[in-house]
């Protein structure tokens, strides 16, 4: 999964980008019925989840920033979303962090 897809939606490929979420988790993610469209139990936890990806990958890019000013010393790392910050993160061939 791309992260750009959790925070950017066109409206024409919209239910195609749905569609190819459901596929990789393998669950739908929204219920859709005459009152509407609301997000599955499985639709809500990678809602959270997406949400703390954002966010940490929000917080990485203003850390590499703010530590390539001259001047100005990087805090260190907080933990976030479960991860040591000691613990090194990989993407494997499928894109995936492990």
Known sequence: ME?????????PTLSQ???VLEREVGSPLLLRDSRGVRLTAAGEVLRGEA???LRAAAD???GTRRAR???????PAQRRAGVDPGTVLHVDGGHRLV
Request: glycine share 4%; net charge positive; charged share 30%.
């Open 3 to 11: 992260l750009r897809l959790l925070r950017y939606f066109s409206t």
């Open 17 to 19: 980008q749905i569609k």
């Open 51 to 53: 949400a703390r990806t």
């Open 60 to 62: 990485a890019l203003r």
């Open 69 to 75: 000013r001259p001047g100005v010393a990087a805090r």
